[in-house]
């Protein structure tokens, strides 16, 4: 292994290796990390169980199933992320890898490779979201025959395909290398190719495809989508309650996939402006003084994890009814083992059992009285 290049990028860098934090500096920027460890972690499992609890009761739809996809991806960021920052912080570098040998060389890569493939499938699950609200807003007859499960079996497995093929260099270009008696694990294009003069265009390409391109089209299957219930609004003096009402709940879901897709530009575009300025303005060579930037952008762009599901909890009832049935006492589990149990899932998506639950739940060990 040619260590060459990746030795003189360690020397160069100036500050973001070498980071040295003071006792506070330090306890402060590792609760932060927690925090997102632990909201990120429960806020996405909690997703997948409440789509999957109440499948049959309208929650599994090609939406929620996209929602489902993206909250498996985010799960890599508290799994390998957060942890790994951790670790940096406790020794005060970063890149610094606790494992040496071949191991800890798979694990370098591996770590890379997932990172980079969560958020790939993030960015194209808000794709697919996207595009599904436009055909079912602007096509609503086609979608009713269309928009299933089964093109969900089609789509999910391909946007992971995507997302590991192009990622699928990482098992090359990542190494560790050794430095002053310690493991870092960095980018390293050699023997085959000069690191500087590969990376660039990689970075470049990625950057365009994985982030710019999908924000283009997804601004504009929005902006169709927003300008066909603006003018259907015009016109809805006109139409039946259940055109009314069925334009209402696509103007919501519309507002939360559209706040989900302006979070995640938010939170990525520091990351991504850092990578331009280091790969195309410093040339490698970060500025001194600039100790900060390095866990600014990082922890901006892992906070997506944390805040995405706050995002659907936050603008979607089902997903808040959800929440408060998985969260609820044991006693609601025993209840709905009950005979009324049925006659509740028959009346599930008006919602009146839903608001019969909720109200069980804030009595405490009261008896139901349905």
């Given amino acids: ?44 499992i909690l997703l997948v169980l409440i789509v999957f609890r109440h499948r049959k009761t309208g929650m599994f739809t090609t939406t929620n199933c996209f929602i489902v996809n993206m909250a498996i991806s985010d799960l890599i960021i508290p799994l390998f992320a957060v942890p790994n920052k951790l670790f940096n912080l406790e020794v005060d570098s970063n890149f610094r890898w606790f494992l040496g040998g071949n191991v800890g060389l798979m694990m370098c890569k591996c770590f890379n490779f997932l990172l980079d493939v969560s958020t790939a499938v993030s960015i194209q699950s808000l794709v697919a979201i996207a595009m599904d609200r436009f055909y079912g807003v602007l096509y609503p007859l086609r979608a009713v025959r269309h928009r299933n499960s089964k093109a969900c079996a089609l789509v999910i497995p391909l946007i992971w395909f995507n997302a590991i093929a192009f990622h699928g260099v990482y098992f090359y270009t990542f190494r560790l290398i050794e430095f002053q008696g310690k493991n870092y694990c960095l980018i390293n294009w050699q023997p085959y190719f000069d690191s500087k003069a590969a990376q660039k265009p990689f970075y470049l390409v990625q950057f365009t495809l994985l982030y710019v391109c999908p924000l283009i089209l997804i601004a504009f299957l929005y902006g169709c989508i927003v300008t066909k219930l603006r003018s259907s ?21 519309t507002k939360m996939c559209l706040v989900a897709v302006l979070v995640f530009a938010f939170c990525w575009a520091p990351i991504h402006v850092y990578g331009l300025l280091f790969h195309f ?6 500025p001194c003084g600039m100790q900060e930037i390095d866990f600014l952008v990082f922890f901006v762009a892992y906070s997506y994890a944390a805040i995405n599901p706050c995002i659907f909890f936050t603008f979607n009832e089902n997903f808040r009814r959800g929440l408060v ?22 009346r599930s998506t008006s919602g009146i059992g839903i608001r019969i639950i909720e109200a069980n739940c804030s009595s405490g060990s009261r008896e139901d009285k349905v």
């Avoid at 609004?233 to 879901?253: D, G, I």
């Fill in 325 to 346: 049935r998985v969260l609820c006492c044991r006693s609601v589990k025993r209840r709905m083992r009950r005979p009324s149990w049925s006659s509740w899932r028959s």
């Fill in 1 to 44: 292994m040619n260590n060459t290049n990746g030795t003189l990028v360690l020397q160069q860098l100036c500050s973001p290796v070498i980071v040295e934090n003071s006792i506070y500096v330090k306890a402060v920027k590792m609760f932060a990390y927690c925090l997102v460890l632990l909201m990120s972690s429960f806020g996405n």
């Fill in 233 to 253: 609004t015009t016109s809805s003096a006109k139409c039946r309650k259940r055109r009314a009402s069925e334009q209402y709940r696509n103007r919501k879901v």
């Fill in 281 to 286: 303005v410093w040339d490698w060579i970060v």
